[in-house]
T-cell receptor, first 108, second 116 residues
């Protein structure tokens, strides 16, 4: 079966950096996605990793280690609008398997 | 057009009603998905259509019946639902089916369904 672990909640202040870790055990692995979801809204795509290493996109970066079954999402220069749930989603046999999500709370 | 649209936004139905959820995309994507999301839970995959053919049914009860009339449209027909089926139903699309590659899924805003 699939097993995806990420912290339930993280709190940080505006302008700070937060790192959301995700560990996964999945068969047929073919890439890992990170999505952002604001309350009551649809998930929106943030990043994709298929090879080991770091992918950087503006204030957001994502890292993957396939051998360790580990990824993290790094959010820099936090803004109030970054308060949302962040979903780790490894792809298993072509299907996205979503983690429970990490609720990030940004405080002034 | 980089949007997935869903109608209606909200739906309230009784357990004996028949209703349909609709999803549309005009990005030329060949794969479309239905997800169910309960409050404070992640989306759960229900169905995948690839090139207008049903390729995955995640053991969803038959009271949910998907339909893909063409490559841009995806419907979810609902009949004899239970109160526990109340949830946010999300539609998504991606360029390709279940093959590898980038294949980002674009999500619609969802239909908030309440079954009384």
């Amino acid at each position: 079966g699939q097993n995806i672990d990420q912290p339930t909640e993280m709190t940080a202040t505006e302008g700070a950096i937060v790192q959301i870790n995700c560990t996964y055990q999945t068969s047929g692995f073919n890439g890992l996605f990170w999505y952002q979801q604001h309350a009551g809204e649809a998930p929106t795509f943030l990043s994709y990793n298929v090879l080991d290493g770091l992918e950087e996109k503006g204030r957001f970066s994502s890292f993957l280690s396939r051998s360790k079954g580990y990824s993290y999402l790094l959010l820099k220069e936090l803004q109030m609008k970054d308060s949302a749930s962040y979903l780790c989603a490894p792809r298993s046999w072509g299907k996205l398997q979503f983690g429970a999500g990490t609720q990030v709370v940004v405080t002034p | 057009d980089t949007e997935v649209t869903q109608t209606p936004k909200h739906l309230v139905m009784g357990m004996t009603n028949k209703k349909s959820l609709k999803c549309e995309q005009h990005m030329g994507h060949r794969a479309m998905y239905w997800y169910k999301q309960k409050a404070k839970k992640p989306p759960e995959l229900m169905f995948v259509y690839s090139y207008e053919k049903l390729s995955i049914n995640e053991s969803v009860p038959s009271r949910f019946s998907p339909e893909c009339p063409n490559s841009s449209l995806l419907n979810l027909h609902l009949h004899a639902l239970q109160p526990e089926d109340s949830a946010l139903y999300l539609c998504a699309s991606s360029q390709e089916g279940l093959a590898g590659g980038y294949n980002e899924q674009f999500f619609g805003p969802g239909t908030r369904l309440t079954v009384l």
